[in-house]
């Protein structure tokens, strides 16, 4: 051989093996380009490469859709090899559980075949998606919710917003209540008072009416008494119109009708109210009267009509054994007695107050707060004798005549409580009499001005009541 036939053989090889250099090159960038490109779901490629495997194991990929244990004693290169051959990635080793593994798959593949691809090999003790997880949400804060009636900004005790030199906050929290329910014509209240005014453009729309199919009432000695409104005992009539004011003011506290343009808003927007008259034109009743009317009630409920509570803003220091039975009777039927605590500025558990310091586990006794959460000059307290307390001074409320005033008094606040307990009854209607009140006690705002004063201690407060 020539040396020109030589240095002609040595450039061919030497091209050659640059050709060569140049495919392998080419082969790695083809390897590179596919890795990171579109796989159709029927091909699935396998990585089989260091250079496939390496590039798998960079951070620029999806999350993880499966998590994979494998059997103990399955090696991690073994864990790999099978990994690369699934074409799919590793993205992490959890330390704390061995054998549980990441997996990325790089070809985009739904959870639930990569799940039954791994969960097929002999290797593999478990295989799951990688579930997504979220917040569990906190419930939304209640919304306060304000009714359009004109003179709503006036009852401190619904909303306390500081008006007319006020403490903020001392109310009853009914527009947080009410963001749960507003009432419900299902329940009924007995007022047994004196009288209210069943025409007064705010409470005629939730006024109790004897139902059409249900038959008058009759009493043996009285006879039959059409009592299409209630009851009078004052005459013996179905007629309990009032003729003091006393009953439609603390109707309206109860159930003056709620978002309808007009004059106020009751605890329940939606409610039905029970007239009974036992107190004459002058504020005067007797003790028998009052027997009588809530011999009404428990007749009446045992009819069918769902009363459930009787609200009772009066009272005396002369006790009734004969009273005190009627309302136990009332109690085995199930009934409430909202009792005002008294205005003599006594303490009940020495001096007791009636019917509110009858110990009978259906009366439900009540102190009055002011709009600075003092407890009212004028109201008794008893640690032992007095549940709870509610506003009772400068409350807005129904008058007769379709009008509106302030009065004050425990009789104020024991109409605030019989409200707030027919809004826990709307939304829980099958609530025993023990139950109801055993909640009431339970829904309060600690006062520092009842400590020692009341059993509770504290205002009632709607929203947890209705909780």
Known sequence: MNRNNIFIHLALALVLILVAAFAGQLNRWRHRWKSFGPVPATEKKRATTTEEIALSETPNFSRPEVLVRFKSGVSQETIERLTAQLHDRVEDRIES?????????????????????????????????????????????????????????????????????????????????????????????????????????????????????????????????????????????????????????????????????????????????????????????????????????????????????????????????????????????????????GNSSTNNDRTPHYPSSYNVPNVISVAALDRHDQLATFSNWGAKSVAIAAPGVDILSTWLGNAYEEKSGTSMATPVVAGVAALVLAEHPRMSVDELKKKLLASTDPIVALKGKTVSGGRINAAKAVE
């Open 97 to 341: 559980v061995p054998g549980l593994e990441a997996i990325d798959d790089l070809d985009n593949a739904d959870a639930a075949t990569v799940v039954n691809e791994y969960s097929q090999l002999p290797e593999v003790e478990y295989a799951e998606p990688n579930y997504d997880i979220e917040l569990d949400e906190v419930e939304a804060p209640l919304v306060p919710v304000l009714p359009h009636d004109p003179q709503f900004s006036d009852q401190w005790a619904l909303s306390n917003s500081g008006q007319r030199g006020g403490k903020q906050g001392a109310d009853i929290s009914a527009t947080l209540a009410w963001a749960t329910t507003t009432g419900s014509d299902k329940v009924v209240v007995a007022v047994l008072d004196s009288g209210v005014d069943y025409t007064h453009e705010d409470l005629a729309g939730n006024m109790w009416k004897r139902p059409a199919s249900m038959a008058p009432y009759h009493d043996d000695e009285l006879g039959t008494i059409d009592d299409e409104y209630g009851f009078s005992t004052v005459e013996s009539i179905g007629d309990p119109m009032d003729e003091n004011g006393h009953g439609t003011h603390c109707a309206g506290i109860i159930g003056a009708e709620g978002e309808n343009n007009i004059g106020i808003a009751g605890v329940n927007w939606k409610v039905r109210i029970m007239p009974l008259k036992f107190m004459n034109s002058g504020g005067f009743g007797t003790t028998k009267d009052a027997i009588e009317a809530i011999n009404y009630v428990i007749e009446r409920k045992k009819a069918g009509v769902n009363v459930r509570i009787i609200s009772a803003s009066w009272g005396s220091t002369q006790y009734s054994r004969a009273l005190e039975d009627v309302i136990r009777k009332a109690y085995e039927n199930d009934i409430a007695f909202v009792a005002a605590a």
